[in-house]
Structure formats: C-alpha cells, structure tokens
C-alpha cells in the first residue's frame, strides 16, 4: 500500500519534469531550427520534425535527471507534510522508501538505456535526412524558380548570385558574379563569363561549374589594405554540399558515427579493434559512445540515494534548498562524467574504466551515505553526524 503511494505521489512530478526538460533543449535549440525555417519556410512540418528529431536523442541523458527530480520534488511534499517520518516511526524506515522508488527507478533505467541504444543515433540520423531531402527540394525550386536573368538572388547559399543570361533548360549562365552575403565575414567577389549546371538533385551530385573567371579578394585592414587576384579555368561548387553545411554546420555529416545505429556502431568498435586501431582518438571516441549508450543511464542509482538524502530533512529546519541540491547532485554527476570522458579521449583511461568508474564512485558512494542516514534518527543530518558541534 505505501509503495503504491509513494509511486502514485512520484510519477506525475517524473513526467511534468520531463516536459520541462524537453522544452528546456527546444528553447535551447531555437538557433538551430531558425537556421531550418529561414531555409525551408516556416510550415507545421518543418517546425515539428526538427523539433522531434533533436529532442529525441537527448531522452536517454534527461530521463534519469527527470526521475531525481521527480522524486525530490514527491518526498518534500511528503517530508514536509510528515509523512516520511510516519513511515520511519512505524518501522518502515528509509529502505521501504528505497524498495518503492526501486521499481520506479529500474524502469526509469530500461527506458534509458532503450533511448540511448535505439532513439539517440535514430534522432540524429533522421534530422540530418530531413535536411537533405528538404535541401533537395529547395535547391531544385531555387534554380528553376528563384535564379532570374538580371536579378541580384542575395539568398543563394548565403552567397549573392547575379546573372545576365539563362539557357532555356536553366544549365547554361552567362556573364555570372558571385559574391559572399551580407552576413559573411568573407571579401571576395568571382566573375566569370560562363557557368554551367551539372548533375541533378534527385541524384545527389548538383555542381556548379564556373569557366575562365576571375577571383577578387581583399583583406579588411585599415592600415595595409590589399587586393589580390587569381584566375581560374575551371571552379567546381557542390551545391547539396554548400547548403547542408550552412544549416548543419561544418562538422556534421550523415557520415557521423553518433548517427550510427547501436548495431552499426558496434561493427564500427570491433573493426577498428581488429584492425589494432585501440589507441587513436576517433575509436576511443566510437568506444566511449557505445557503452556509454546502455552504461551511463546507471547514473539512476546514484540520483535514487540522492533524491532520498536531499528530500529527507528535518521538517522543523527550513527545507527550500532542496531544489538547488538536486541541481548540485546532477552537477556533480556531469563533472565526473565529463571529466572521465575526456581521460578515455586523450589516453588516460580505458574506455570501459572511464564509463564505469564514476558510475561505481557515485553510486557507492550516495549508497554509503544512504546507509549512515537510515541509522540516524531523523532530527539528526548528516552534517552534523560527520562534524559533529562542540558543545
């Protein structure tokens, strides 16, 4: 009966928690996605899918944050309403409060270690095909649409393209000029009297071809400004590839192991391994990323002590700082994973001893003291039992 009680108190803060944490990276994301609506227009479908593709890998890090939230914010209430102290003085003690946040927490657990193993890479890889489908078809609208002879089109590729003439099958330009735009930072300004459209989009291989051109370019000094020249015969432009990294960004790619699915990733780590390749940065970084897929969200018993010893305070000491504490012990937990993260980065660590060495640490420890506070009569914290007051 008190197990489905405190379930029933716990759960809804869990979800409500989680809601917030979810709006929390859609706001945090906002840049991102206005990188994606000012590409593709602001549509009910290119502001959901973004939306639902990069929220999702992060399920499998804010889930266990939910649940120690959750649970912090369901034992003040019961705290401060008296009621854990009435389980204590009945003879239940804070490990039939453990038993029933037990259940809770294991499945906390198993729905993020499935989110880490199959959402995370899923997010990821779905997000980066949604771009390039949409790129696809915006490319295609903008050179049979968008592109006019004796229009300056200052939206191209975040470049500006100007043109006097266009063939009748809109491959063939004449007299073409091409400049960075206005939020560039580059000085640099290309003309060439022909150009010509190669490949298409739905074959995933669009160039750009400029022929017998000139590139002007200055240095932006007011001290010793200079121009330069260079002459070409021949400039390639991958268009797919331009605009894909001006929403993605340079380092993003379809190619990225992070959108590996769990399988993919696996097969990754074990042929880097045959091939004897243990000690360079990118298998130490495809290593770390497997474990800790189904690993890392173990950092759910660590935040189950946690939530007990922050919640659990003498009700007749003022108890607002719990929220800030349950801030302080998700800190906590980030500092040692980051920190063990980039030991197995740079060599220092292996890669299982850097996922599971914090992992162990915090949870024994928030286990241990767990343990010294069942034994102590509520009245009496921690603090005091370890630094003791002189009298």
């Known amino acids: 009966m008190i197990y489905r009680y405190i379930l029933r ?8 928690t989680l809601v917030m944490f979810c709006t929390v990276i859609v706001i945090s994301q906002l840049l991102r996605l206005s990188e994606v609506l000012v590409a593709f227009g602001l549509s009910l479908e290119n502001l959901l899918f973004p ?12 889930t266990p944050m939910s649940f120690l939230f959750g649970a912090v914010i369901g034992l003040s209430r019961l705290n401060s309403d008296g009621e854990l102290t ?12 453990v038993r029933s946040l037990a259940f809770l927490a294991t499945l906390i657990a198993g729905v993020s270690i499935l989110a880490g193993v199959y959402l995370e890479g899923w997010g990821r890889r779905e997000f980066i095909q949604f771009i390039y489908k949409k790129t696809q078809t915006e490319l295609d609208n903008m050179l049979r649409y968008r592109v006019q002879p004796g229009v300056f089109v200052e ?19 004449q007299k073409v000029m091409l400049s960075p735009g206005n939020s560039s930072s580059a000085h640099f300004v290309i003309l060439c009297p022909k150009a010509r459209i190669t490949g298409s989009v739905s074959e995933s291989n669009l160039m750009m071809e400029l022929f017998d051109g000139v590139s002007y370019a200055h240095t932006d000094s007011t001290i010793d400004p200079t ?3 260079l002459r070409f015969k021949r400039l390639e432009i ?9 929403i993605l960004g340079d380092g993003d790619s379809g190619d990225d192991y992070r959108g590996f699915t769990f399988t993919q990733l696996r097969e990754a780590v074990h042929t880097a391994q045959a091939k004897g390749e243990q000690q360079t940065p990118l298998y130490r970084k495809m290593a770390y990323l497997y474990y800790s897929r189904f690993l890392n969200p173990l ?16 009700t007749r000491k003022a108890g607002g700082n719990s929220y800030f504490s349950a801030t302080g012990v998700i800190m906590v937990a980030y500092i040692f994973i980051v920190a063990s993260r980039w030991l197995v980065e740079n060599a220092y660590l292996p ?3 850097g996922i599971t060495l914090p992992l162990l640490t915090l949870s024994l420890g928030s286990g241990l003291l767990f343990y010294v506070k069942a034994k102590l009569p509520p009245s009496e914290s921690l603090v005091h039992f370890f630094l003791p007051q002189k009298e």
């Open 238 to 246: 991958d268009l797919l590839r331009v605009f894909r990294e001006k």
């Open 9 to 16: 108190e716990i759960a809804p803060n869990i979800f409500t």
């Open 351 to 353: 890669v299982l001893t």
């Open 299 to 314: 950092i759910v018993i660590f935040f189950l002590f946690s939530s007990i010893l922050v919640a659990y305070r003498n």
């Open 155 to 173: 939206n191209f590729l975040g470049y500006t393209l100007y043109t006097e003439e266009i063939s009748a099958d809109r491959t063939e330009y």
């Open 51 to 62: 939306f639902l593709y990069i929220v999702v890998p992060f399920i499998s890090i804010i």
């Open 86 to 97: 009435a389980i204590q003085a009945a003879g239940g003690g804070l490990w039939r409060i």
């Open 227 to 229: 121009v330069t020249s």
